[in-house]
């Protein structure tokens, strides 16, 4: 009954028999996929790994204006320069509409930004990798966009409404993203011989960081056996890990590009393409604050954030005055 059982390094959720009432009740609402809306009851647990997950990927989605933003005022092209600004700019309300959602659980997008600035909470482990060329433009759109959807078509389906409807506008515009990314790197590696060294460069810099977005391997997952029995989660880290690989290693040799790993073959029985994992203990690094960019990253949103204290005080001044003359109105 209830989900089926996912062999991972986390713990393995609750039996029925060792349910209550209330929780047996709401997994039965699970199994029947109804979409768990902010008033309804759920478990705690629940509650909190929704906070995690959301909140990380807001934040996600805010740093991860950082690596793209270095290149808006470099752009080679008028045309490319807009198509840039309008894709970070997409970004930031992919932050916005996440902050949102995970508001309906009961903690607040301040308090998600101090934890965050505190060190207490995590975003994407790839936006701690510096983007040196205008070639890594390109394969940030290709590939960490390409992986963003991997993950986020999933999420679509996943059980808490507010997320659920919020990844769904989101895979619009990410869609966009990996496609203007893929031109890029069409262009580069058509291009000059010079341009095409850069593409090449920058897939070889980019490919295992976006191979680790999909989390530690199944077997190391903390989180993936709970959160699949509550369907927060859909597939497990190395089933999309897998489809990423699959899907991209075709667009790969369209561009004329080598994807940097020698053991990379296609499997007649699995088909599926065997592929060598990234280095488990470089992403532990990164993601525990050790990455080549995880202090700059950090710094910048702080600096921004303290930069911008006026105009939230600005703001929220405003809305106490409207709310008194408001008041005043009723009260004549
Ligand atoms: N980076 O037990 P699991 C984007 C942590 S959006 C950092 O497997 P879970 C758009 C994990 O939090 C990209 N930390 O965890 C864009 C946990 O630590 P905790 C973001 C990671 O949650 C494109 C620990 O490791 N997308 O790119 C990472 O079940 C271009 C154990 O891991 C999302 O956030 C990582 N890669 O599975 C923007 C999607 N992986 O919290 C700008 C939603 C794992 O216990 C430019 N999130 N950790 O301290 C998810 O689907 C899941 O949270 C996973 C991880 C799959 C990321």
Known sequence: MY?????????????????????????????????????????????????????????SEVVGQLPEGNWITRAPTLERKAILLAKVQDEAGHGLYLYCAA??????????????????????????????????????????????IMNQVALQRTSY????????????????????????????????????????????RFWYPALMMFGPPDSDSVHTAQSMAWKIKINTNDELRQRFVDQTVPQ????????????????????????TPPDWEEFYQVINGYGPCNRERMDARIKAWEEGAWFREGLAEYGRKMEAQRAKVVNA
Request: charged share 30%; net charge negative; with cysteine.
């Open 3 to 59: 989900a089926q059982v996912i062999e991972t390094g986390g713990k393995q959720p609750k039996r029925p028999d060792e349910m209550s009432a209330e929780e047996k009740a709401f997994m039965q609402r699970i199994e029947n996929n109804e979409k768990i809306e902010p008033k309804d009851w759920m478990p705690e647990g629940y509650r909190r790994t929704l906070i995690r997950q959301i909140g990380q990927h807001a934040h």
């Open 103 to 148: 508001e309906t659980l009961g903690v607040s997008r301040d308090e998600l930004i101090e934890r965050l600035h505190a060190g207490k909470m995590k975003y994407s482990s790839i936006f701690n990798y510096p983007t040196l060329t205008w070639a890594d433009v390109g394969a940030v759109g290709w590939l960490v966009d390409g992986a963003a």
């Open 161 to 204: 409404g507010p997320y659920s409807r919020a990844m769904v506008r989101i895979c619009k515009e990410e869609s966009f993203h990996q496609r203007q990314g893929y031109d890029i790197m069409l262009k580069m590696a058509r291009g000059t011989p010079e341009q095409k060294a850069m593409a090449q460069d920058a897939l070889n």
């Open 252 to 275: 790969a040799e369209y561009l004329g590009l080598t994807i940097p790993d020698e053991n990379l073959r296609w499997n007649e029985e699995r088909q599926a393409y065997d592929f």
